[in-house]
């Protein structure tokens, strides 16, 4: 079964999220405190996988021109919309609640190279492995996210298994399309990429600047096409 690792993955954040809510009374003071504990691992995780690129040009160029489009686009307002809306039909316990819980824990789980390469491992070999880690790590931090952010890290979950399962799906093909360096070049890119983004999640949820994170979602997208047409113009400028 294709799907299995990310129907996993969904179900993990869901446990965790629902557990989590029996955790809401924490003190208010223990909630600011763990979550500033879970900014500063955000921003180091960031940091980690931002110090991977090969070409920090091609990142640079791919945050700014995907900040651009989704600017334009509207992606930060899109996926508020969407927390909000849920909010209506749910009922939040306070304005925005679930919304920033929604927004922020759909953007931690979604970016990031281990996501992608699960549900590749899904896809090409049937090889749950992978997502099978990634559910229990975002199980364990759904828990957390949870107790601080409010109900809307459930609704997360969605997101996180069209995503996946779209790429698992995909995966099949992916060979027909570029070789196996390239596809390696292009995660290297895509995961700095996406390092920088984390790093921009860490920094929204120690609430130090609000930073329109979802607006450089097609920065991942920019940074993939980025690579081979490096390399095709570093061999036609050789």
């Given at each position: 079964m294709i799907l299995l690792g990310t129907l996993v993955n969904a179900l993990a954040i869901i446990a965790g999220a629902l557990l989590g809510r029996l955790l809401s009374r924490i003190p208010e003071s223990v909630r600011?405190?763990?979550?500033?504990?879970?900014?500063?691992?955000?921003?180091?995780?960031?940091?980690?996988?931002?110090?991977?690129?090969?070409n920090f040009l091609l990142v640079i160029i791919s945050i700014v021109v995907g900040s651009i489009i989704g600017e334009v686009i509207g992606i930060e307002k899109g996926l508020n919309r969407l927390g909000q809306w849920l909010e209506k039909?749910?009922?939040?316990?306070?304005?925005?609640?679930?919304?920033?819980?929604?927004?922020?824990?759909?953007l931690v789980y979604c970016i990031g190279a281990m996501g992608v390469l699960g549900s590749m491992d899904s896809g090409l070999r049937n090889n749950h492995d992978i997502l099978f880690t990634k559910a229990l790590l975002d199980g364990f931090s759904a828990i957390i996210f949870s107790s601080?952010?409010?109900?809307?890290?459930?609704?997360s979950a969605i997101p996180v298994f069209l995503y996946q399962g779209l790429?698992?799906?995909?995966?099949?093909?992916?060979?027909?399309?570029?070789?196996?360096s390239m596809l390696d070049a292009i995660l290297v890119e895509v995961t700095a990429v996406g390092g920088l983004m984390i790093?921009?999640?860490?920094?929204?949820?120690?609430?130090?600047?609000?930073?329109?994170?979802a607006n450089m979602l097609p920065a991942l997208v920019i940074a993939a096409l980025g690579v081979p047409v490096t390399e095709w113009l570093g061999k036609l400028f050789s």
């Open positions: 600011k405190t763990v979550m500033q504990g879970i900014g500063l691992a955000v921003i180091l995780l960031g940091i980690k996988m931002g110090l991977g690129s090969d039909k749910v009922g939040g316990s306070k304005q925005g609640g679930i919304a920033t819980g929604f927004v922020t824990t759909t601080t952010l409010g109900i809307g890290v459930l609704f790429i698992a799906l995909l995966s099949t093909q992916i060979y027909n399309v570029v070789s196996q790093i921009a999640i860490g920094i929204n949820v120690l609430e130090l600047k609000k930073i329109n994170v």
